[in-house]
């Protein structure tokens, strides 16, 4: 569990290599999401930076959509952020819910 911006949030487990983001998307089950790119980098500083979630440092979508082809991405091992086509289909994803 982390807070970012008053919500408490809980992760699901990582799914390395989910697919696309289309596919990545369609793959988390309700009442878990994508998390955005604020709320993914918070994740990264209160949970994984400190070893409180043992996770692959590696890429992970957010739900941070750029344009009609882009969506933006975190690294877990860089701490890069940046745009990434949605068709990009090695990209991970950490579901989140609001608690």
Do not use: C, H, Q
């Amino acid at each position: 569990m982390f807070e970012w911006d008053g919500l408490f949030l809980e992760t699901a487990e990582p799914v390395y290599e989910a697919g696309s983001y289309d596919e990545a998307k369609e793959s988390i089950e309700e009442p878990y999401r994508l998390p955005t790119l604020e709320e993914l980098k918070a994740l990264f500083t209160e949970l994984v930076e400190p070893g409180l979630l043992d996770i692959d440092w590696t890429y992970y979508w957010s739900s941070t959509e750029v344009d009609e082809n882009s969506v933006m991405i975190l690294n877990f091992d860089t701490g890069f952020e940046g745009k990434f086509y949605r068709d990009m289909d090695f990209v991970s994803v950490i579901p989140v819910k609001e608690i």
